[in-house]
């Protein structure tokens, strides 16, 4: 994947390749706590929603606890992207996904999300869960593409359950 990045004044960047996407661990921590430090005050709070910065929540992460699948996208040694896949109450896994500013909607967000629906398909998963700002809809119209969503909004939030179809191949679409 090729990618573009505008900057501040307008003019363009060199095009920049996406060099792999892949399992995140420990030794990637410094990588993504760069990341996060390059990521605006607003692309954390879609993420985390206001309730931590991220960074503890990245460190404990990527100490490998059972039942988590991380994954980043990474533009040579620099992590742009992460994804997670964690295991929940009742048969459900919650997803999550972060992409640094610069790398917005490009593709890596979906890249990721498809990926983490592999493997949690591959584990007989058949449910995710996700909290989704009210104002990003479009994370629930993806989420469309691979399962049937139930919502239920309260308080800005859209409380997403998606279970999970059989593998359709509009995940990376």
């Known amino acids: 994947m090729t990618v573009v990045i505008a900057r501040s004044d307008g003019s363009l ?38 309730v931590t910065d991220g960074t503890a929540y990245a460190r404990q992460l990527l100490r490998a606890p059972s039942g988590h699948d991380t994954l980043g996208a990474w533009c040579e ?9 964690a295991d929940g109450s009742d048969g459900c ?3 999550g996904v972060l992409v640094e500013d610069a790398w917005q909607r490009r593709g890596l967000g979906t890249a990721l999300l498809a990926q983490l629906v592999g493997i949690a398909r591959r584990r007989g998963i058949g449910v995710l869960t996700a909290d989704v700002l009210a104002d990003s809809v479009h994370v629930l ?3 469309g593409r691979v399962g049937t969503v139930e919502a239920r909004l309260s308080w800005g939030v859209y409380h997403a ?6 593998s359709r191949g509009a995940a990376t679409g």
Do not use: K
Request: aromatic share 8%; net charge positive.
């Open 13 to 50: 960047s060199p095009p920049a390749p996406v060099t792999q996407y892949r399992r995140l661990n420990a030794a990637d921590t410094d990588a993504v706590l760069a990341m996060l430090l390059r990521c605006s005050r607003d692309t954390l709070y879609r993420r985390f929603h206001g």
């Open 77 to 85: 040694t620099r992590c742009v992207a992460i994804a997670t896949l």
């Open 93 to 95: 896994s919650d997803v």
């Open 141 to 143: 119209r993806w989420f």
């Open 161 to 166: 359950r998606v279970t999970l179809a059989e």
